[in-house]
C-alpha cells in the first residue's frame, strides 16, 4: 500500500518520443520521462506549476521566452500559464513534478 | 528567473549523513539527498505527503510498520501522518517531494 513497483506503471507516450511512467499522488503529479535524442515538445501552457529536473542528459528547454539548456547541475521552475517547450539534445530521463494533478493525464 | 543552479543551493544535512539540497516551489518542497551508506533516520512523522524515490543505490524503508528496500525500481508514497523512517544499504542518491512546503527546512 505504501510500497510501488515502476514495472507496474504503463508507458504513455505523450508526444512522439515522451514515453512517461506517470504517478498521481494525494496533490501532485511525477512525471518520470525517458526521452529519445532530437525529439521535440512544442511550446505549451498549463494551469499547473511545473517543476523540470534531467536526471540524464541534455535537454534544450525554452520558458517563457528564454532558452537554457538543462543538464543534471540545473533545473527550471515553471508557473502555471508560462509558454514552455523544448528539444532533447540527447538521450534524456526527465523528472517533472506538477502541481495539482494531471488529470488529464490520468 | 525561471533557471537555477543546483550549485547555489547550499547543502544542509538534516541528520547525520543526510545532504540534502532543498528547493522549495508553488506548493512543494523537492529535497535531492546524497545518504552515505549506514547513516540511518529514526522513524518520525510530519503532516506532510511524502514520495520517496531512490535514484541511485539501495534504501532499505520502514512506513507503517512495513519494511522493504527502495531501489530505483521502486518507490514509496507517505501519507502525512504515517510513521517512516530507514538506513542507507550503499551509498544513495533519494529524491524526497513533500506537499504542502516543509517549512520547516526553509
Chains 1, 2 share one sequence.
Do not use: W
Not at 542528459?57 to 538543462?70: A, D, P, W
Not at 527550471?76 to 532533447?88: D, F, N, Q
Amino acid at each position: 500500500m505504501y510500497f510501488h513497483a515502476f514495472e507496474s506503471i504503463a508507458p504513455k507516450e505523450i508526444a512522439p518520443g515522451f514515453l512517461c511512467q506517470l504517478i498521481h499522488t494525494e496533490h501532485n503529479t511525477i512525471n518520470f520521462l525517458d526521452v529519445a535524442a532530437g525529439s521535440t515538445l512544442p511550446l505549451h501552457q498549463h494551469p499547473h506549476h511545473q517543476s523540470s529536473f534531467v536526471l540524464q542528459g541534455e535537454f534544450e528547454m525554452t520558458v517563457g521566452g528564454t532558452t537554457q539548456v538543462l543538464t543534471p547541475q540545473n533545473y527550471c521552475l515553471i508557473p502555471g500559464g508560462v509558454m514552455h517547450g523544448g528539444k532533447a539534445l540527447t538521450n534524456c530521463k526527465i523528472l517533472d513534478v506538477f502541481s495539482p494533478i494531471r488529470q488529464d493525464y490520468r
